[in-house]
């Protein structure tokens, strides 16, 4: 009972591109008067009378700012993660939660694990007390090369940028909070416990575009001295390894497997998949993220704590990202009131100064 009725991109090929799927998968067509381009093309759907939610994919940089203005204008929201990529625009996301809450909209976002069935059992025995108090954990995003976008002639240095959002810190907030905020999410949220401080260390080796690093190692202290590695990196030839583990005074808790072990390797409690799938009809986080929130919707409840504990999580990778590049210690308190923003004083679809001498194509 969901139809989509505008769409905004800053590229037409981009729309063209999904119209067609739409059209020829799903029967449905969207007229080319809700079809909308630009910086500020979000704002036109935000302002149709007729949507209901919007679902916000754009690169991280603009979700704060596209996620508050469509509360203001009285719409539910889908955004994918991060919540923001610096402490100004994760302040921006969290007064939007907060004017959320009191219009009784909803923001949910793109944090899957929070609705994978696996996860919320796990979340469910930990917070029962299988491994007793937290005392650290290890959480990893380790992979190999990202894919990235070759340069056309005919595009400008900021349409290369944004084609290849991936790749630019600006635009994406580096794969510590593109991809390890989902690892850093599913602690923030386990273990309800603050982040304190953070060393980061990384760098850049094998990349091929852009300005992030491809490599990272993050010591974050949590209150009460609990203390987490966070690791991620996109090199090739290396072990993989996608995962969240977390330790108690009790037992060890990794999402590999899905179980709870004692120190001497004995299973406590282990996620059963094959009760699940007889169970369930629907287990894919992903379209249960959706269902969620369209529930969450027809019943007239709001839904914001997700988005909440994604605002922690993200800022957490920011903090991590900017002591990495410093090689300096960041502190919590001092970070999340700093006014970084990695936002461009200007947004344009031309060439930038300096640009070509800095960055080889």
């Given at each position: 009972g969901v139809s989509i009725v505008a769409m905004a991109d800053i590229f037409e090929d981009r729309l063209e591109g999904l119209r067609k799927h739409l059209r020829e998968k799903r029967n449905m067509e969207v007229p080319d008067n809700k079809i909308y381009y630009g910086f500020d093309a979000y704002k036109k759907v935000c302002e149709d009378p007729n949507v209901d939610m919007v679902i916000i994919a754009t690169p991280s940089i603009f979700h704060a700012d596209q996620t508050k203005y469509a509360i203001e204008k009285g719409k539910h929201v889908f955004c994918e993660k991060a919540a923001g990529i610096d402490p100004v625009s994760c302040r921006t996301f969290n007064a939007a939660i907060r004017q959320a809450q009191a219009k009784n909209l909803c923001i949910q976002t793109g944090a899957q694990r929070h609705h994978e069935r696996s996860y919320i059992a796990s979340y469910q025995k930990i917070r029962e007390g299988y491994i007793g108090r937290i005392t650290g954990g290890v959480v990893k995003w380790n992979q190999g090369a990202m894919s990235y976008r070759k340069r056309r002639p005919e595009w400008t240095?900021?349409?290369?940028?944004?084609?290849?959002?991936?790749?630019?810190?600006?635009?994406?907030?580096?794969?510590?909070?593109?991809?390890?905020?989902?690892?850093?999410?599913?602690?923030?949220?386990?273990?309800?416990?603050?982040?304190?401080?953070?060393v980061g260390m990384g760098s850049q080796l094998q990349r091929r575009t852009g300005d992030i690093f491809d490599n990272f190692a993050l010591d974050i202290v949590y209150e009460g001295?609990?203390?987490?590695?966070?690791?991620?990196?996109?090199?090739?030839g290396c072990d993989n390894d996608v995962s969240e583990t977390i330790t108690g005074t009790k037992g060890i808790w990794t999402s590999k497997d899905m179980s709870i072990r004692d120190f001497d390797g004995n299973i406590i409690w282990k996620y059963d998949v094959d009760a699940q799938n007889k169970q369930f009809k629907q287990n894919n986080?992903?379209?249960l993220e959706h269902m969620d929130l369209v529930n969450h919707i027809r019943a007239g409840k709001s839904m914001t704590l997700e988005a909440e504990t994604l605002v922690t999580s993200s800022l957490t990778g920011a903090m991590g990202r900017e002591s990495a590049y410093?090689?300096?210690?960041?502190?919590?308190?001092?970070?999340?009131?700093?006014?970084?923003?990695?936002?461009?004083?200007?947004?344009?679809?031309?060439?930038?100064?300096?640009?070509?001498?800095?960055?080889v194509p």
């Open positions: 240095d900021m349409e290369y940028m944004l084609r290849d959002f991936f790749s630019w810190n600006w635009l994406c907030g580096d794969h510590v909070i593109d991809q390890l905020v989902h690892n850093i999410d599913v602690f923030t949220w386990f273990s309800h416990l603050k982040p304190i401080s953070v001295g609990v203390r987490v590695n966070a690791q991620a990196r996109q090199i090739e986080p992903y379209v410093t090689g300096k210690e960041y502190k919590w308190d001092e970070f999340i009131a700093s006014n970084l923003s990695l936002m461009p004083a200007e947004l344009h679809l031309g060439n930038i100064e300096g640009f070509a001498t800095k960055y």
